[in-house]
């Protein structure tokens, strides 16, 4: 157990909504990290936030937006979903900005575009 | 249209051998690189990292070696355990260590033989 925490841990859902997946970062962790793990795509980084500011920005679609909040949670919205926009995604969690502290990824929640 | 999968490269490996599972990395830039392991069903986790100004890392059982000169990260697991089996991937993070332009590997799919 990472001690990051994701939820729902599965999402199902059609075309055109809007979904809000939640993470809670590990005691202590000021950083959190928000990213796509697709069948076609691999792994991929979509934005950061340390300490409720956005510190970097990966390949997150214009649809989709995070913020991170005064007690350190983390939400992404996913909106106008697509059928593509199936995927698990995942949070980490670190103590500090850069990358070169240890990531601690949460458990992922599995969202499926109908 | 059917979605096509990446393909994962495969490596099997007997109980008690030596593993080494490789990954070519894509910008010369790139400062920073780091070794996951996914277990199935389950986030990333942190193995090893290596910065550009090392050849060579070593941890418990894992050793990273980078070869800069042809862009090329290797990750050498010994006593390749069955607990070891998973999908192992790299990461490689450009200056200035903005974690903005990471990239990851596809990941190789080690599976261990009792």
């Known amino acids: 157990d990472s001690g990051v925490t994701q939820t729902p841990k599965h999402l199902i859902t059609a075309t055109g909504q809007r979904v809000t997946l939640r993470c809670s970062p590990r005691s202590g962790d000021l950083s959190v990290y928000w990213y796509q793990q697709s069948l076609d795509q691999g792994l991929q980084f979509l934005i950061q936030?340390?300490?409720?500011?956005?510190?970097a920005k990966g390949n997150i679609l214009e649809r989709f937006s995070a913020q991170q909040f005064p007690d350190l949670h983390s939400e992404l919205n996913l909106s106008s979903l697509e059928l593509g926009d199936s995927a698990l995604y995942f949070c980490a969690s670190s103590v500090a900005s850069t990358a070169q502290n240890e990531q601690f990824f949460g458990p992922g929640t599995r969202l499926t575009v109908l | 249209g059917e979605s096509v999968g990446l393909h994962l490269p495969t490596l099997s490996v007997q109980e008690g051998d030596n593993s080494i599972i490789n990954c070519a990395y894509s910008n010369s830039a790139s400062d920073y690189f780091i070794w996951y392991k996914q277990e199935s069903g389950k986030g990333p986790q942190f193995i090893i990292d290596?910065?550009?100004?090392?050849d060579k890392r070593q941890g418990q059982r894992v050793t990273v070696l980078l070869n800069k000169t042809v862009k090329h990260l290797s990750l050498q697991i010994a006593a390749t355990q069955p607990g070891d089996s998973a999908v192992y991937f790299c990461a490689e993070i450009q200056p200035p260590t903005s974690y903005d332009k990471v990239i990851f590997g596809p990941g190789t799919s080690l599976s261990v033989i009792p």
């Open positions: 936030y340390y300490n409720g500011e956005e510190r």
């Open positions: 290596i910065r550009s100004n090392m």
